[in-house]
């Protein structure tokens, strides 16, 4: 029976309304996206803690860039900072100061806050790092740690003068481990280890014990051997001195990052940030922020990483343009860090509904008080110790040289010096002499211009006359202290006079360097109870009580509590030369005109 033409009809019409339905369906199947919030919740967990994860490491990232770069003591490396680190390049306006060699430059660095390798310092290897007895020895006994810290930095001093020495007696001294130096020039104190009777120095043997352990075969430095003199003299040339063009100009000072270690940053970054980034960029694409938006975003740290890593080597490799590249590094790397900011919040924030939202708000909040009590009781008080300390380097390294302090003798000739004004001091050391610095003046002369003892200066701040008496506080500090020294001097016990003068000599030598500082830092350090003390100082003799907790900086309004404010806060003193406030000591630090 053949079928009527009506019903062919019909029928095709049913299957080809069935195809169009189908093919809509398909259609409307595959036109919808697939987004990060369709996610079941154990994925969305993953991806939280994954993001979270990676915000946390990127975080202790740039600890450790401060800890590495950031020589300035500022939170993160400043353009100069990263400017020398692949040029070796810093901006003088005029002459730099005189260039020293490589290897003086990394013993004499700092002894904390830097890296501890050929581009930051191997100061560490005569202190904390030295691989002996130091930390023991001050576990031991904590109070030996000032007499330890001058002996190790004797040493340092005494590898710095042998390498400011001729070729020739340079390289006999070493052969024959015997370094000889004029008495004026000798450390104030090194190890007995590595001193003859006579005072001559075992300079090889300090160069093995502090240097050679490590740069040698099988050495964590093996990369730099120092096991003889030809490769110790490697790094003993010193730069020649370079004469800055008018207006001002980028002056080489120091070597730049090496190409070894370039290679393996850039190796190091580009794999494991380009697996990193890959990943936290795909979960910003399937957000459900607009098209452009993602398409923007989401390669956006990538490619500012790669454009970063190519910026480290342009300016490495372009000495006259360098500078400028380097420049360009901390563009990138400012916008690889808010680009992966942008990512980790804006997709955590579309990953979740209303009540994720609120849960991560909580939790934002939590994190930003926790990050500002670790800032306010750790990082901040942290950043300003290490800039007081820079800040102290820089003002000792411009003055004159000095002979060495800490002695009665060495002290005769500070009074002489304290008029005088070196063509490259800075501005903070007055022609004239303030009240303070008159009776703290130390040593005084006597009848027939013979300088007296301590003992023998009148202990009176004011004359009848209503004058200053010189040096009339100076007992405050010595056998007028109304506490050990006191006593000490009183029952004659030579013992604890033996331990604690010197202590006293450093403490008047800090309270003089603090008086010099501009009235600015002056009243910071005094209001926070803690002043930077410059590099003259450092591994002297220090009364314990008044050493800060990093027990390197003095506290030194508390010092000056203890010798000076409790007599100037009653009775006839105090009547006229007050001392219970900073304002009050200000009056007193004023030059006579």
Known sequence: MVPRTSDFTKSFLDLRQIFREVTMLSATQTQKSFFIRDLPIPAKLVVTCFLLAVGGGYTAAMVQLHMQDSKSGEMMPTMQDVVLKFTGKKWFETDPPKPVSKLEKLVMGPIEGASWNGSGSMAPAFFSKDGAGFNQEIKKDPGNKAKLMAERNGEREAVALWSNTSLEARKKSYDEDRFTVSTDKTPRSITEEFKYPDGAIHIKQILKERCERCHSKGGEQSAWPLETYEQVAKYLTVPPTVTVKPGGDWVKIEEPIGLEKLTQSTHAHLLSFAVLFSLTG?????????????????PWVLVAIVADVLLWWLARLCPEWGPYFAMGVIGTGGAAGVGLAAQITLSLWNLYGIKGRLVLGLLAVAVAAGGWAVYTNQIGPGLESKQKKLNGKVEDEKKPE????????????????KNEVAKNDPPMVPVAVSPIERVLKFPVKGPGGKDLQ?????????????????GGMVRAFFDKDGLDLAKAWKNKNMKALQELTPERFSELEAVSAWIRLPDVERERSHKADLFAMPATLAGKPFTADYLAADKVNLKIRTLLGDRCVRCHMGG??????????????????????
Do not use: H, M, W
């Open 454 to 470: 301590f003992q023998e200066i009148p202990f009176k701040g004011l004359l009848e006359d209503g004058t200053l008496q010189e």
């Open 282 to 298: 795909l979960v910003f694409a399937f957000t459900s922020y607009p098209t452009v938006v993602r398409c923007v975003l989401g």
């Open 572 to 593: 006839a003193d105090a009547e006229k030369y007050p001392l219970e406030d900073y304002d009050q000591i200000r009056k007193l630090l004023v030059t006579a005109k």
């Open 402 to 417: 000095e002979p060495k302090p800490g002695t009665q003798t060495s002290l005769k000739n500070e009074p002489e010096k």
